[in-house]
């Protein structure tokens, strides 16, 4: 989902401050993971002419999941209001048999609020089932635990917005050890190989001074031409064009960096990342590579609005006289409210080899190692992430200073303890109907009443009786006016917990 935030970019600079001109930016809510591990699966949602494109890349450890059997190949669709990822392949490809089935509990969630469409093939080799409240996983036909498994389906015609698709990022954390699967649709890294801004990625440029940014030669490049010699510094910063919230998610910034300057005195040139909190512009936080006639290393810093400013002491960067090519990276923990900062001196081509410059507490607890004061931050805090450059009295020329391979982690968990879980079990012959189609499926608790509805329905109320089975009969009228029929089912326990619905959808033989 998106929204419209002004913010006003009032940025605390190396022992001093500076306004920005407040600025009007698009900000989407990002919940974005990382590269995908054991156990990993991302899903990815793009649109172009033909449609939109639903592809998905990764593992599952069915080690300690129940293999349940085959599934015979029905049609692929996809359903955003009920949380349905249908990737079986169907009867047009061989076999007909095309996933298999696994029972783990899957947590309850939806993609957004749009209904059931149908999809192109997928191959049964890359076939996947996930669906919202269900306790089956379907995966290709004879998987073994732990294999690479990619595919995509086609929603051709389609569009992002005419599927209701709410864009927000996610994941589903499933039991067992299964692993996780992530749910995404915006860009979390950027190369700059293009050498072009990727206005989607990146928003406007805030720069004082004689600073700007320039993407050319793979790499984000920081110049002044002249320096400011009025307010005595220039800056410029570019903004990630998403957020990234707190509340219950972990997020992690990481950022190539090179500064080969050689300042005099107290002139000096630094390259970074900034965090700054949305609710409060005067509160953030940095890391970056400086150098100048007398100190060059990395440097951390905390500042806030109830500090009035940076955080004292002022803190100090580290030893590194030599390094001119490293990494940065910061890391918040939302259950500690405690920003981390780390470096690495020699960047990413060698792999990483974090070490921690130090901890910032930012909630009324503290707890950093270096510095702590408390943000003005809610229970569900927003922040925005940004490459800064700035330098004091320096022309810095191209190859001098700049940015490169960006990338951000932010996890957004999917949990569900309170509502009961509905699934519509597999009949005898398939998703298939005749003259007569009779739902029928399971809670994990007994039921006080459940609600179903089918193509063209509003849903309908009927006694659960408090039994952990239910049943549905979809009305023959329906039946013969259609040739493929989808039927959700939502449940509600004697406590009042209403689950999110299960849906299933059905061919006619």
């Given at each position: 989902m998106t929204y419209i935030m002004s913010i006003n970019f009032s940025k605390p600079l190396f022992r001093a401050f500076a306004s920005f001109t407040s600025k009007t930016i698009l900000i989407a809510a990002l919940c974005l993971p990382g590269l995908h591990a054991l156990g990993d699966v991302e899903?990815?949602?793009s649109e172009t002419s033909s449609g939109v494109t639903l592809s998905w890349d990764g593992s599952i450890n069915t080690a300690n999941l129940t293999d349940d059997g085959d599934l015979g190949a029905v049609s692929?669709?996809?359903?955003?209001?009920?949380?349905?990822?249908d990737g079986e392949g169907n009867n047009n490809i061989s076999p007909n048999s095309s996933i298999y089935l696994f029972s783990v509990d899957v947590p309850n969630f939806s993609f957004g609020n749009g209904s059931n469409v149908s999809a192109g093939d997928v191959d049964p080799a890359s076939s996947f089932l996930f669906e919202s409240g269900n306790d089956e996983l379907g995966l290709p036909l004879g998987y073994v635990s732990g294999a690479n498994f990619s595919g995509s389906l086609l929603l051709s015609?389609?569009?992002?917005?005419?599927?209701g698709i709410d864009t927000t990022p996610f994941e589903v954390i499933l039991p067992d050890g299964a692993g996780t699967v992530f749910f995404f649709s915006t860009p979390h890294s950027d190369e700059f190989s293009d050498n072009s801004k990727d206005t989607y990625r990146w928003g406007m440029?805030?720069?004082?001074?004689?600073?700007?940014?320039?993407?050319?030669?793979?790499?984000?490049?920081y110049l002044v031409g002249t320096p400011d010699t009025n307010q005595g510094f220039d800056e410029a910063r570019r903004p990630w064009n998403v957020n990234i919230g707190g509340g219950t998610d972990q997020c992690?910034?990481?950022?190539?960096?090179?500064?080969?300057v050689l300042p005099n005195g107290d002139d000096n040139a630094s390259i970074g990342l900034r965090i700054t909190n949305l609710e409060n512009s005067n509160d953030s936080i940095y890391i970056e590579l400086i150098r100048s006639g007398n100190e060059k290393g990395f440097l951390a810093a905390l500042s806030s609005q109830d500090a009035g400013g940076e955080v004292m002491p002022f803190t100090s960067p580290t030893s590194h006289a030599s390094v001119t090519d490293g990494s940065v990276r910061l890391n918040y923990n939302p259950s500690t409210k405690i920003f981390t900062a780390f470096y690495d001196t020699t960047g990413s081509n060698d792999g990483f080899q974090w070490v921690e410059w130090g901890s910032f507490g930012v909630g009324a607890t503290g707890g950093g190692s270096s510095r702590n004061s408390p943000w003005q931050i809610g229970n569900d805090p927003s922040f925005q992430v940004a490459i800064s450059g700035f330098s004091e009295a320096l022309t810095i020329p191209s190859g001098s200073v700049s940015a490169d391979n960006f990338s951000i982690t932010k996890i957004a968990v999917v949990t569900d303890t309170t509502a009961p879980r509905l699934r519509i079990t597999k009949p005898s012959r398939s998703f298939r109907y005749s003259r007569s189609l009779i739902v029928r499926g399971k809670s994990n608790e007994a039921l006080k009443s459940f609600q179903a509805k089918w193509t063209g329905s509003r849903y309908k109320t009927f006694s659960g009786r408090g039994s952990k089975a239910f049943k549905v009969k979809v009305p023959r009228s329906t039946l013969k006016k259609k040739r493929a029929v989808s039927v959700s089912v939502r449940g509600t326990d004697a406590a009042g917990n209403t689950s999110r619905p299960t849906s299933q959808r059905y061919k006619r033989k």
């Open positions: 899903i990815s949602i692929t669709g996809f359903d955003p209001s009920n949380g349905v990822f015609g389609q569009t992002i917005s005419g599927l440029d805030d720069a004082l001074g004689g600073a700007i940014f320039d993407e050319t030669n793979t790499r984000v490049e992690d910034v990481i950022l190539d960096v090179s500064n080969n």
